[in-house]
């Protein structure tokens, strides 16, 4: 006779996991298995769940900062070859074994007709997720994965001789910034003619991660990717035709007020066209800001606007300086771009930049340190899926605190500039929320094109064009002539396109969302910090429109709130422009 195990019965104990993933790390399936059977055996009633959650929500909080650590440490370093082996028998022997037992529990939990305590958004998301769930798709994520490394590789790769160094295309940017002309040019022209070195590997890796993911999404039973990925990213409160109204809107209000910022630039500059390399450069022939010139000055001087926004802020910033959870210089080997994750066992963020002193690298800081705080408040929630929140949420808490810390960028208050410095520090941040969205728009109408027409998709010479249409739709003014290779193929800069499909829209809603925290902020800084932390606090546990209204915001795609935005950009604008 088969034994069943009795109420309350554990088969492994729990109290025998190991207290931090770096010890997790090295375990394989065998060993970790026997935890997933406890609690797919043992007793789920009312009385069990609170401990049944518990413990699913450790063995889950290890297994995926185990994940987190090793994305972190092999795009530390792109070219550790032994990580990369281990994350890879991570990824091919024990993560998709962890998703498939996973699985079984969320039926389990699905089955019982329980309902945790704040528990019914989360609920919502796993009987969705139970739903697409194939477990033949499970090695196909797996290769995705490998796909995603491959990509980064490739850009992390791509260097250039500048002044007889050695140096990544990251590290060119500063020269962007020089009142030289023909210095820009020279520089953005290398940069350029290096990244079309790699025009057909890019070509290739695209041909293999949109044929991929329509086999993914067939193996659920979608008819096309789009459906699927919907679904997988929980967007219950939004359509696609959501996003091509958001498209329109800002074709309709933001496009124009674009063209004014650049039409003024290029008459600044006193140029007959603007070009590429013109758009960074200070238009009054101003010095270019130098806000650090250290990874530790970096560090030192967020900290000090971090505790000038809310005394809890810059102690969680402070615990992150002492858990030395901050990789931010640039340097060769690394992959590109910036991030914030979680190692959510351990109950820290860790961030992830490239910085090499600029103002856009203060703003990367404040944006990733924004998912570092939204981290550390919904961490408090008692059970895992309660700290899964949609990127739509997850970028107005970095958007806004862009926003929230810009008062504080003077040296008076412990950051970065002189007043005027840091007039002209949040002109350049705001004049780049308005150029934002319609960049945001060819990248998201980009991918909706690509996967609603996969197999025009495979073929890069016509995703060229459709990007060109694209660029030409939206980015006014800049001319690109006899740059066209270049033009054309600007979507093998976007890694988002790669490594992650249709993440890119939520930018946009959430910066519409952080104007609108912003707005309130101008009125009452002190309510407004409130009523964000309050909003992170509740993690995953509320519907988006629910999060936006707690964070002071209405989640919106039309033109109305779009125009409200706008108007209050460039008013505000104008009023630094007297204090630059």
């Known amino acids: 006779m088969k034994q069943t195990s009795k109420p309350n019965q554990t088969l492994t104990s729990f109290a025998s996991l190991p207290k931090t993933a770096?010890?997790?790390?090295?375990?394989?399936?065998?060993?970790?298995?026997?935890?997933?059977q406890d609690l797919q055996t043992r007793s789920l009633e009312k009385r069990d769940l609170h401990n049944w959650m518990s413990d699913w929500s450790k063995l889950s909080l290890l297994i995926h900062e185990s994940y987190a650590r090793f994305q972190v440490g092999t795009t530390c370093n792109t070219t550790d070859k032994k990580l990369e082996e281990r994350f890879n028998i991570f990824l091919e022997n024990v993560y998709p074994m962890c998703d498939a037992a996973d699985q079984q529990l969320k039926l389990k939990l699905l089955k019982s007709g329980l309902n945790p305590e704040n528990f019914d958004v989360p609920l919502r998301q796993i009987r969705s997720e139970s739903e697409f769930f194939r477990e033949k798709n499970l090695p196909l994520f797996t290769q995705e994965k490998k796909l995603t490394s491959e990509y980064n590789k490739i850009i992390g790769a791509q260097t250039v001789k500048w002044d007889g160094l050695e140096v990544t295309i990251t590290r060119l940017e500063p020269v962007s910034l020089d009142s030289d002309r023909a210095q820009r040019e020279k520089a953005w022209r290398l940069a350029s003619d290096r990244q079309l070195q790699d025009r057909e590997k890019l070509n290739d890796l695209w041909i293999r991660f949109l044929n991929l993911r329509e086999e993914i999404a067939k193996n659920a039973d979608y008819s096309d990717y789009i459906s699927y990925r919907w679904e997988y990213l929980s967007r219950f409160d939004y359509t696609p035709r959501n996003c091509k109204e958001f498209h329109a809107s800002i074709e309709e209000v933001v496009v124009p007020a674009a063209k004014r910022i650049l039409e003024k630039r290029k008459k600044q500059l006193g140029y007959t066209?603007?070009?590429?390399?013109?758009?960074?450069?200070?238009p009054l022939n101003h010095p270019s800001l130098k806000p650090f010139n250290t990874a530790n000055?970096?560090?030192s001087r967020s900290a000090a606007v971090f505790h000038k926004v809310n005394p809890k802020l810059g102690a969680y910033f402070d615990s992150m300086i002492s858990d030395k959870v901050l990789d931010l210089e640039n340097r060769k080997g690394k992959a590109p771009g910036g991030y914030c994750t979680t190692f959510a066992s351990?109950?820290?963020?860790?961030?992830?930049?490239n910085s090499v002193g600029l103002q856009r690298d203060v703003r990367t800081m404040l944006h990733e340190a924004g998912h570092a705080f939204h981290a550390f408040e919904k961490l408090k929630l008692p059970y895992y899926k309660q700290h899964d929140v949609g990127a739509e949420f997850?970028?107005?808490?970095?958007m806004a605190m862009e926003l929230l810390a810009s008062p504080y960028l003077t040296k008076e208050d412990g950051g970065f500039y002189s007043r005027t410095e840091a007039a002209r520090a949040r002109i350049q941040h705001l004049e780049g929320i308005v150029l934002f969205w319609p960049y945001m728009a060819v990248v998201d109408a980009?991918?909706?094109?690509?996967?609603?027409?996969?197999?025009?998709?495979?073929?890069?010479?016509?995703?060229?064009?459709?990007?060109?249409?694209?660029w030409d739709r939206f980015m006014p003014v800049t001319d690109w002539s006899g740059l066209e290779d270049a033009k054309v193929t600007g979507w093998h800069r976007k890694l988002h396109i790669f490594n992650y499909p249709f993440y890119y829209v939520e930018y946009g809603l959430a910066q519409l969302g952080a104007v609108q925290v912003w707005r309130n902020a101008l009125k009452n800084q002190p309510r407004a910090v409130v009523d964000y932390c309050k909003a992170l606090a509740l993690g995953g546990t509320a519907s988006l429109p629910k999060l936006y209204e707690a964070v002071g915001a209405r989640f919106a795609f039309d033109s109305a709130t779009l125009k409200e935005g706008i108007s209050l950009l460039e008013s505000e604008m104008k009023e630094l422009e007297a204090q630059a």
């Open 346 to 353: 351990t109950g820290t963020p860790f961030i992830f930049m």
């Open 273 to 282: 066209t603007l070009r590429p390399w013109d758009l960074n450069v200070d």
């Open 394 to 398: 997850n970028e107005v808490a970095s």
């Open 446 to 470: 980009f991918q909706h094109w690509g996967y609603e027409n996969p197999k025009a998709a495979l073929d890069a010479a016509k995703c060229d064009t459709t990007w060109n249409r694209l």
């Open 297 to 299: 000055e970096l560090t």
């Open 22 to 36: 770096i010890d997790f790390m090295d375990w394989n399936w065998p060993k970790i298995e026997p935890y997933f």
